[in-house]
């Protein structure tokens, strides 16, 4: 259920869950999936974080490659922009039916983005992954399944808000994750 709501097309989840336990992982790839999209305007981190934390991992891993990924039609221009400031290291993935998807993140080294279906898709083909929270829902909630996962969430005084695209704080509670914070857990993945 938590897949349908996601993506568009009608999808037998029983056949993917399969799909998913009955894959076996090749050899890792040195790329990191990144999904900076999502449904809320709210839950958006913003693209100067975004581009600070891509800086700081390409200067940490000079040509680290990067899968930016998404649905919708503002992942789509997030996902052009970033490839204009990191030319020759993104590769854009827009888009794409969900058996693609699997099959091309599959071997992927770290999944970073935001509280999407792609981080739970992430979380359960076993890609280690890095989500960054707002604090619209109560912590845990949506937290992707797995040990595997490094999870940035904070819990302040409106937390459980369920506001969607205007925060009257300026979103605080993801904002409050600076690109260094999240560079410095994710560095010894890379």
């Given amino acids: 259920n938590l897949i349908s709501r996601f993506y568009k097309k009608k999808i037998n989840e029983n056949k993917l869950i399969n799909y998913l336990y009955n894959k076996k992982k090749s050899k890792t790839i040195d790329e990191i999936v990144i999904s900076m999209g999502g449904k ?4 958006d981190w913003g693209m100067q974080n975004w581009t600070e934390l891509l800086t700081l991992i390409n200067s940490h891993k000079k040509n680290t490659k990067f899968l930016l990924i998404g649905g919708g039609e503002n ?3 997030r996902c052009v ?3 204009k400031k990191f030319k020759k290291q993104c590769k854009l993935f827009i888009n794409m039916p969900i058996n ?3 099959k091309r993140i599959q071997n992927c080294k770290l ?3 935001h509280d999407t ?3 739970h898709l992430a979380a359960s083909l ?3 992954t890095i989500s960054i929270f707002s604090s619209r829902e109560h912590r845990g909630i949506w937290f992707p399944i797995g040990n595997n996962n490094i999870n940035f969430y904070k819990k ?3 937390s459980n808000c369920k506001l969607t695209n205007f925060c009257p704080i300026n979103q605080k509670c993801i904002m409050s994750f600076l690109p260094k914070k999240i560079f410095y857990r994710i560095k010894e993945f890379i």
Avoid: P, R, T, V
Wanted: charge should be positive; charged fraction near 30%.
């Fill in 111 to 113: 999944y970073i983005g």
């Fill in 100 to 102: 693609k998807l699997i």
């Fill in 75 to 77: 992942d789509k221009n």
């Fill in 126 to 128: 076993g890609i280690k």
């Fill in 117 to 119: 279906a792609n981080m």
């Fill in 81 to 83: 922009e970033m490839k």
């Fill in 156 to 158: 302040i005084s409106c």
């Fill in 40 to 43: 809320f305007k709210i839950k």
